[in-house]
């Protein structure tokens, strides 16, 4: 399958025009110009997404999910040109893209069989008790029901899994809730096939047009206008801590705040107890080296820094590390802004007094190699840069001369989306300090493994406390995602033919 972008925005089921045009910036391949967005577009969507509502807001668990296997069906029709266009814009591998694929069609697939089973609606009774004294109680019964629109922002390092039709539009779909997208500018192309995809299953299965909407990049107002706009009750995010952070604040400041589901950043600590690293430094180098610069490194999960216990082991460690990541070529990373940001991090770190330097490459253009720089604990703690996310292939070393500041330097680290331990069954004493620490740090807490890599399921985590996201309660991955959109609602003395059908089925 051949395909030529149309570079226009589908709002509603119509393809538009904006004003004016912005060239992709692919990785290879040719350039395809595509219509910049406007606020009276983000109007027209959001106006066309409230209409929606009122019929898929209400529509049956049965059809919605239907609707979410019919898009997965449409995305694996397009796969060749999903594939073939992704690799253009991204640089990213094939094998890569069709992998991401499947686990775009894998969540909405299992967001389908999730809602189908009712497992979201958290039903609740209490019985009325019309003798009970001093005053009888009334029935009440509660379920979970759909907010309203949804604002989805596409994410640069995932253009599949995080972006058009990925985790946060599928939650919010299957929670009965229309989505508008604000598409990523760093894969345009990628993003406007897949909304051909949700076009053909809206036609298929007789959606409401408004149910979706994607509206091209190409100037800020875009994105200020749709987390303003009166008639968009909640917000997914996936990026940077600076654009996810004036975002929040444009919703908090709203006449009727918001909540904004943001997903920022994280350093993904990892804690090598000294059992475990005196058993097996060389291997847990060599596996950290493949981690850390896995995608070029531009994972969310990438565990950018390593704490260990200062000595002989520690050597073995960051020697391994350094004669594996020494072997890995050059990568091209996903967009030339994200390049110069690694760039520019990389010489940040190399001109700190603070940190010694053990791999330091040279980077040019688009493509990046990884670099690992080393320092103490204590300079650590007295260094706030050195604990901010480098996104790409750049790891940090911190020898610690204890496990007790190893402890210390735990609890000194901001909120992050993952940590891990590293240890052997000796190492128990000193987990089970560590565990509690880190679970106030992070979402997920790892052992013996790396954190690149979320897998798509019912109990898992992605998100943690401030600046990995935004609501440390929520997660924007696995079912339980859908609760953002959903908020819950008590019905007393209701009679059972005026109830939501959910409460029946």
Known sequence: MVFTPKGKHLVAGEWLDGEGTFGSAPAHGPVYHFAIGTVELVNRACEAAEEAFWSFGYSSRAERAAFLRTIADEIDARADAITEIGSQETGLPEARLQGERGRTT???????????????????????????????????????????????????NFPLAFSTAGGDTAAALAAGCPVVVKGHSAHPGTGEIVAQAIEAAIRKTGVHPGVFSLIQGGCREVGHALVQHPLIKAVGFTGSLAGGRALFDLCAARPEPIPFFGELGSVNPMFLLPEALNAR?????????????????????????????????????????????????????????????????????????????????????????????????????????????????????????????????????????????????????????????????????????????????????????????????????????????????????????????????
């Open 106 to 156: 894998g969540q909405l697939r299992l967001f389908a069989d999730h809602i189908e089973k009712g497992e979201h609606l958290d039903r609740r009774f209490d019985a009325a008790m019309p003798d009970r004294k001093p005053a009888p109680r009334p029935e009440i019964r509660l379920i979970q029901r759909p907010i309203g629109p949804v604002a989805v922002f596409g994410a640069s």
């Open 281 to 505: 430094a060389e291997t847990l180098g060599q596996g950290w080296a493949g981690s850390l610069t896995m995608g070029a490194g531009q994972f969310c999960t990438n565990p950018g820094i390593a704490v260990v216990v200062d000595g002989a082991a520690a050597d073995r460690f960051t020697a391994a590390t350094v004669e594996a990541l020494a072997t890995v070529a050059p990568q091209t990373m996903l967009t030339d802004g994200i390049a110069k940001a690694y760039h520019d991090g990389q010489a940040r770190f190399a001109s700190r007094n603070a940190v010694k330097p053990l791999l330091v490459t040279r980077s040019t253009d688009r493509a990046a190699s990884p670099n690992l720089f080393e320092t103490t604990g204590a300079q650590f703690l007295s260094d706030h840069a050195l604990g901010e996310e480098v996104f790409g292939p750049l790891g940090l070393v911190v020898r610690v001369g204890s496990l007790d500041e190893m402890e210390q330097l735990a609890r000194g680290f901001e909120g992050q989306l993952t940590a891990t331990i590293h240890m052997d069954s000796a190492d128990l004493d000193a987990a089970r300090r560590l565990r509690p620490v880190l679970e106030r740090k992070a979402g997920r807490v790892l052992v013996n493994g790396f954190p690149t890599g979320v897998e798509v399921v019912d109990s898992m985590v992605h998100g943690g406390p401030y600046p990995a996201s935004t609501n440390f309660g929520a997660t924007s991955v696995g079912t339980l995602s859908i609760r953002r959109f959903l908020r819950p609602v008590a019905y007393q003395n209701m009679p059972e033919g005026l109830l939501p059908e959910d409460f029946l089925g």
